[in-house]
């Protein structure tokens, strides 16, 4: 399958919607290791001898390793949903996006960084977030 390409203005344009996206998504990744933190600490009482009140079930921590696991899969279907679109989420928190674009014959990422009021700048596919240069149509403003 081709990679989609973006045009600077394509990749701002599809922002707002991944900006929703994004948030949907963080809010569910702190959901998850909240979640995860709670189990591991009822994991850690039960080594140590106390044990949850009520407790009748063979195995008490089912329920909770339920809840985590159909948070996991949402996880992967919401980051599934970014590279549907064609854009590469390089990093959750703070949010990170890539697009896949050409400038001047040569394959670049027009990244935006979380934070940012749109995306202006672009790297090489090699060079990452620190080599990031403006994109030359990206204007004076931002």
């Given at each position: 399958?081709?990679?989609?390409?973006?045009?600077l203005?394509?990749?701002?344009?599809?922002?707002?919607?991944?900006?929703?996206?994004?948030?949907?998504?963080?809010?569910?990744?702190?959901?998850?290791e909240?979640?995860?933190?709670?189990?591991?600490?009822?994991?850690?009482?039960?080594?140590?001898?106390?044990?949850p009140?009520?407790?009748?079930?063979?195995?008490?921590?089912?329920?909770?390793?339920?809840?985590?696991?159909?948070?996991?899969?949402?996880v992967?279907?919401?980051?599934?949903?970014?590279?549907?679109?064609?854009?590469l989420?390089?990093?959750?928190?703070?949010?990170?996006?890539?697009?896949?674009?050409?400038?001047?014959?040569?394959?670049?990422?027009?990244c935006?960084?979380?934070g940012?009021?749109?995306?202006?700048?672009?790297?090489?596919?090699?060079?990452?977030?620190?080599?990031r240069?403006?994109?030359?149509?990206?204007?004076?403003?931002?």
């Amino acid at each position: 399958m081709k990679p989609v390409l973006f045009t600077l203005e394509e990749a701002n344009l599809l922002l707002p919607r991944l900006q929703e996206e994004l948030i949907k998504l963080q809010l569910l990744v702190q959901q998850f290791e909240m979640k995860f933190e709670m189990l591991q600490q009822l994991k850690d009482n039960r080594r140590s001898g106390s044990r949850p009140a009520g407790g009748g079930s063979d195995d008490p921590f089912f329920e909770l390793e339920s809840q985590l696991e159909f948070m996991r899969m949402e996880v992967e279907l919401a980051v599934g949903n970014f590279e549907r679109k064609g854009v590469l989420l390089k990093m959750i928190n703070p949010g990170l996006i890539d697009f896949p674009s050409m400038l001047n014959g040569e394959e670049i990422l027009i990244c935006w960084k979380q934070g940012e009021e749109r995306a202006s700048h672009y790297h090489g596919y090699d060079d990452g977030f620190s080599g990031r240069k403006r994109f030359p149509d990206a204007g004076l403003t931002n």
